[in-house]
DNA sequence: CCAAAATTGGACCTGCAAGTCCAAAGTCCG
DNA sequence: CGGACTTTGGACTTGCAGGTCCAATTTTGG
């Protein structure tokens, strides 16, 4: 259906995609009018309407569905390769490195609550990426057990959605207080935990 | 300088307050216009913008002050008395009846991104929600250690701090995925760490 | 090379929601 | 009771951001 795109309209919608995105980065979902979107990816709002038909919030779902990957790539390749403890220390760093660098400026954050209430599409993309992320730990977790590096006992799905209920609150807190510390305290905490469930 | 209230006054600024709030927790921040509030409460454009000089803003801080409030007095009083483990329990009873209760509706989510970007008060006013709730913790954590529940080598600070991210982490997930899961996998598994940790 | 279709620019429209204003009604206190 | 205030209602103004429209241009495929 949407088979109407020429290679030079596929790149100025990526364009478009990519510079919407960065703006919201940078200054927040409601403070981000069509206008800045245009002036900033140096296009027409001809173009805005013509790739995406439904206006704004058309354009915001394709930017959380941009951000949503993101998010686990710039996990790759350690979050799909928790298999030894030293691994799992480089999730943590890459993740307390990221987070840093991106300190206040979250992409999804203002997502769920302007489109995420209105538009369901939001919700799916945000609990898809929350699935997809815990799904990988999981996976991880189930890897050390394999391993004998944690207890079989422990419940890995359970133990998954504390440690991503953990990361994403870190993540919130550093958006609110500006600092990593509790994100630091969930990672080191937890991680240490199961560490130490093989020890008994 | 704001004592030109009478009671009546003082009256009809607490419902604008309490009925702005009670609109924004029911269809999220940036769906709720003045006209709204105006409607549910049975005031005027003028009554607004008399208790309210400086518009919309001042009366999210309002109704964001209140919340913020609302939050910690619904954990009491077990909040204030985490001396027991059947007293931790409680709390996470309370926690989860909460939450599950208020399902998608959350009040303070919004107000990180709609106000918290712009306006440093709002910010200041979640941060400070958030570091009186994490030093009740640590408090409670505290006083675990003092009677031998929990282990004297444990950090309070960091463990409070972690738990505390976990919560927001959890709250998050049940608003975007509508499972409580994960709030309740965090309080179960930090909790039992916790507990744990005087058996070593 | 040429028609059909995709792409682009930008002027224009429109609705809405915040904010202004002021006059009428009520309240307080000596 | 009376004058000075707070409180209230609601009509009006304003700016702005999203959305519409269409004509000009470029690209595509046969």
Redesign the pocket.
Known sequence: MTR??????????ARIVAGAAAEIRERGVDE????DVMAHT??????????F?????ELLLAVAEHEADQVLLDQEPMLSNLTSWPAWVAWRDRLIERYLAQGVKCPLNGLLGQTGRRAPAAQAIVTGLMWRWQAAITEGIRHMQSTGDIAARVDADRAAAALLAGIQGGVLLLLSTGKIDHLEAVLDLTIDSLRESART
């Open positions: 109407a795109l020429t290679r030079k309209g596929e790149a100025t919608r981000v009018r069509l206008e140096g296009t027409s709002k001809g173009q805005l309407f013509h790739y038909p439904a206006g704004k919030e």
